[in-house]
């Protein structure tokens, strides 16, 4: 009966720690918590700010922001100067009426990569 207990005990001990290990590694992943313009958003151009915040920090050298057109061709953003580490900042000009998408890219602190978009649309 001992040894049964024990290996329960040991099966228990491995489940916890790989379920913690899991949620520790996903935890750290970069998840946008806030975007500017903000997803769905109507506003009028012809220059637009963008501001990503993140949970965790993200490495602007390594990080890639991008604009996908009306036309749907794809005009590369330059990450400006980061406020904090958790957020990147870039400016769109010469904006025309038409939906848009900042397509992100970023390099978390825990190493891995996460991609996303946000849309919004340039109005009159």
């Not at 992943?29 to 151009?45: F, I, W």
């Not at 501001?51 to 330059?78: C, F, H, Q």
């Not at 980061?82 to 025309?96: E, F, V």
Request: net charge positive; charged share 20%; glycine share 6%.
């Amino acid at each position: 009966m001992p040894d049964k207990n024990r290996t329960i005990a040991a099966a228990c001990f491995l489940s916890i720690f790989t379920l913690l290990i899991y949620v520790q590694a996903a935890a750290a992943h970069a998840v946008l918590l806030e975007a500017t313009p903000a997803a769905s958003a109507s506003l009028k151009g012809p220059d637009v700010a963008i501001r990503l915040r993140y949970n965790v920090r993200v490495e602007a050298g390594r990080s890639r922001l991008s604009l996908l057109l009306p036309d749907k061709s794809v005009k590369p953003l330059t990450i400006g100067e980061q406020p904090s580490p958790d957020i990147l900042t870039a400016q769109a000009a010469g904006l025309t009426p038409g939906e848009y998408r900042v397509r992100w890219q970023v390099l978390a602190s825990d190493g891995h990569i996460t991609r996303g978009e946000v849309p919004f649309t340039v109005v009159p």
